[in-house]
Every structure is written in structure tokens, then in C-alpha cells.
């Protein structure tokens, strides 16, 4: 059985503007979340600053997954953890090279440190610790979506929409519980006056110098021999196993992924879901190749993407982006709004399909019996709105109505329409119909 999808049409009968504000917020609430708590602020060690398309990179989904399993690795690698450890490891270094984010940073940062946090793991009450929770509950409202839509259990598949356009994002979002712990942004690596420098290995070093908030602390002279001689090499069997589990966990989402777009059981899908789907596939298979590349040369302990400052990565990062205004554009010319004020991107003409199936709805009943089924209907619902009102419950063989405005093919003497209502079932919509549901 082949897959089917449909031409981009103009359907949408969104004409309210606060319609429109809420399906906006909905639609950027997940992609703001994941770019805003994965990518922090860039901490400048010299007086350049860098271009639109160096800071763009920072903003790539793909970066930031990359960042969040870096993290992880750093931590596994450190045998003695310390607060600068963590401003290092969370800090964002724009050099006279460009981005650095490699271990070496760790030692060579220390110079430029004037504010280092109080604690080396992440603070309960703290702007990071609340972008964890937010990202998790994004993450796990959007998975739950997802698996049952693969379940047969709910309609998502169907109900793809400009407000759902980036929630794929918030499940990729929930990678961010990995390195939740040693997460923080209470740091200031200072660029006002640019020490003198010397290379070690490649990097920039300059002399001690304490943090100008921490003047009554005893200061450690700077040594790099014992600075490196706390970090394990990339080749531990503790980093390997976070490697292999950590590509392993990006498979299951590109599988995920696939699963959603290419390998269901519905042989017709709407340009918004393929659309959307696709995307997030490539998106996931491109992060794959580029980690599986940096995991065999060695690289994955980098903060920041190794690749970060070429020109093709660059080019990537714009492909992105333009793809995301793709997926705004596409989906807000289908997106329509059910007559049970469900959005989808189904066919207007079949739109209002969706609020007849669900967990509450059931079937679709002919409030007049007597006449063609084209005016108004109702919503079967075997739910117990008397649960709480005892003059209120429903008797055997009862079930709820409720009322609004649309249309529906067929009448109400034929069997499929009778069968449907009686036993309370699921409509089927082919038989009713006597055509395929779109």
C-alpha cells in the first residue's frame, strides 16, 4: 500500500484575530521553549563579536542536542567536579578562532571567569531548573500525543495543525533531563579588558586572576598539568556507554519520526502531516550522521558543535530555518477549525469528522428522524455528565446528546447510520458515505 498526500490546498476559516493569536502562541510555544533553554547566552572572550551566521548555528535544534549529550559526557569525564567546571561546561566561548567549546576550555577559561555560581550542580530554585520542568512537561504531553496516535487510541494524525506544527520539538526537548542536574547559567566569563594571552595546546591561557566576586576566597594557582589530569579520556568505557546509549536514544526518535510520517496504517495524509513529518525526519537523520561522525573521530565532549564555524553547517542552519517558515506557511493555509473547535488540517469538507470520533464522542445521531440528514445533528456520548447529579443519570440504554451546527451525508433510515446510533459505536464513514474518508 502506497502512501498518498494530498496537494497543499487553501482551506483555512480562521478569520478571528484572537483565533489566530491563540493558534500562533500554541504553534511557537514549543519552538521558543527548546531554542531558549537549550541555547544560552555566549560568553565573549575577545572584543569581536560574531556575525548573524555564526550566532544562527547556536539556535539549531541540532546543535542543541549535540550541547545537551556534551554535557553529559563532560560530567561523566570529570573526576573532581567543581563550580567553574560547570560555568565552563555550560558557557558558550567565542574566541579569535571562533566557537571553542572543547574540555581544554575547562582550564583555559579560568582567567576570564569574574562571577563562577555558588554550586556545581543545578539550584532547585533557579531559572534553569524551571526551563527543565517546562521543556519536561512540553515533552511528555507531546509524546503521550504522538504514542497514542500510533495506538489507534487518538486521532493525531488527523489533527495535525498550525497549533501543533513544532510539537515533535518539545519531545526532542525532553533530552534536556540528561543533563538536568549540571545545567546553570549563574556565570560571567568577563571580555572588558583582554588578558594577555599564550597558547597551550592550541588554546588561549592567561595568567591567574580571581573572580572579582569571590575576593575573599583563597585563590588556587592556575596549573595546567593538573588541570587536564582530571578529565578522562574520551575513549572510557563510562563515555563509551553514554555514547552508544545516547545515539541509540536519537535512533529511537528518528524511528519515531519515520513511524509517524511513512510507516502507519492511514494510506492518505494531509501536506501539513507529511510536510511536518518529513521535516523532523531529515532533521533527526542529519543530527545522527554528524554525531555518529564526531563519536568515531572523538569530538562528542565538545559544547559546542564542532562544526559550528564552516560554511556547509552554516548553509545547514539556514535550511532549517527556512523549513520551519515552510511548515508555518503550509499549515496555517489548512489549518480549520472544527465545528467542536478542534483545529486540523484535515479537508474542510470532512473537517468536522474529527469531533465524531474520541474518547467522550462516539457516533453522530439525526436529531429529526423523519428528513435527510443535512441540517442539524448531534454528538452521541456514552460519558455520565450525572455522575455528580443523581436527577442527572443516565438509565440503561441511555446516552447524551448535544447539539451544533453542520452537515452529514446519508439518512437516517439507512443501516450504517442506524447500527452506528443504536450500538454506539464508531461511525464508519465509508459505508456511510459510500467514498474513502477524505
Known amino acids: ?32 521553549a527548546h531554542v531558549f533553554a537549550g541555547a544560552p547566552r555566549p560568553s565573549y572572550l575577545v ?3 560574531p556575525s548573524w551566521l555564526d550566532q544562527i548555528c547556536l539556535f539549531n535544534p541540532t ?3 549535540f550541547r545537551y549529550g556534551a554535557i553529559v559526557e563532560r560530567r561523566i569525564g570529570t573526576t573532581q567536579w567543581t563550580p ?36 556545581a550542580r543545578t539550584r532547585i530554585f533557579s531559572v534553569e531548573m524551571l526551563k527543565t520542568v517546562i521543556t519536561t512537561i512540553q515533552g511528555i504531553q507531546a509524546l503521550v500525543s504522538l504514542v497514542e496516535g500510533q495506538l489507534g487510541t487518538s486521532q493525531v494524525l488527523q489533527v495535525v495543525a498550525l497549533d501543533s506544527m513544532f510539537g515533535p520539538l ?10 538536568g542536574l549540571w545545567l546553570t547559567e549563574d556565570f ?3 571580555s572588558k579588558d583582554e588578558p594577555e594571552t599564550s597558547e597551550i595546546n592550541g588554546h588561549v591561557a592567561g595568567g591567574a586572576r580571581g573572580s572579582v566576586d569571590s575576593l575573599l576566597l583563597t585563590q588556587e594557582p592556575w596549573n595546567g598539568a593538573a588541570q587536564h589530569s582530571r578529565f578522562r579520556p574520551s575513549s572510557h568505557w563510562a563515555n563509551r556507554l553514554f555514547q552508544v546509549f545516547y545515539l541509540l536514544l536519537l535512533l529511537g526518535l528518528w524511528v519515531l519520526a519515520g513511524s509517524w510520517t511513512f510507516f502507519h496504517d492511514r494510506w492518505i495524509t494531509t501536506a501539513t ?23 568515531v573521530r572523538g569530538q562528542t565532549d565538545s559544547t559546542i558543535i564542532p562544526c559550528a564555524s564552516h560554511w556547509w553547517y552554516k548553509a545547514y542552519s539556514i535550511m532549517v530555518v527556512l523549513s520551519m517558515a515552510t511548515l508555518v506557511v503550509v499549515s496555517a493555509l489548512e489549518t480549520v477549525k472544527t465545528a467542536c473547535g478542534v483545529y486540523t488540517s484535515t479537508p474542510l469538507k470532512s473537517a468536522d469528522w474529527m469531533c465524531a470520533v474520541g474518547p467522550r464522542v462516539q457516533t453522530i445521531v439525526e436529531v429529526d428522524s423523519t428528513s435527510v440528514v443535512d441540517k442539524s445533528f448531534g454528538i452521541a456520548m456514552k460519558e455520565d455528565w450525572g455522575r455528580n447529579h443523581t436527577d442527572l443519570a443516565l438509565g440503561v440504554g441511555e446516552f447524551w446528546v448535544a447539539n451544533f451546527t453542520g452537515t452529514c451525508l446519508g439518512r437516517w433510515q439507512e443501516a450504517p447510520i442506524q447500527r452506528h446510533a443504536s450500538t454506539l459505536g464508531f461511525a464508519d464513514y465509508t459505508n456511510v458515505t459510500g467514498k474513502p474518508f477524505f
Open 1 to 32: 500500500m502506497y502512501l498518498k498526500v494530498l496537494p497543499i490546498r487553501y482551506q483555512s476559516n480562521v478569520d478571528s484575530f484572537g483565533d489566530w493569536v491563540s493558534l500562533l502562541t500554541l504553534c511557537f510555544a514549543p519552538l521558543i
Open 47 to 49: 572584543r569581536t563579536r
Open 63 to 65: 546543535s542543541i542536542i
Open 84 to 119: 567553574l567546571d560547570a560555568a565552563a561546561t555550560n558557557a558558550l566561548f567565542w574566541t579569535q578562532r571562533g566557537w571553542d567549546g572543547s574540555k581544554a576550555m575547562m582550564a583555559n577559561c579560568a582567567p576570564y571567569c569574574t562571577l563562577s555560581p555558588e554550586a
Open 170 to 179: 518539545a519531545i526532542i526537548g525532553l533530552l534536556r533531563l540528561l543533563p
Open 188 to 190: 560571567v566569563f568577563s
Open 273 to 295: 502531516s507529511f510536510v511536518g513529518g518529513t521535516f523532523y525526519f531529515a532533521l533527526l537523520a542529519a543530527t545522527i550522521a554528524i554525531y555518529a561522525y564526531y563519536l
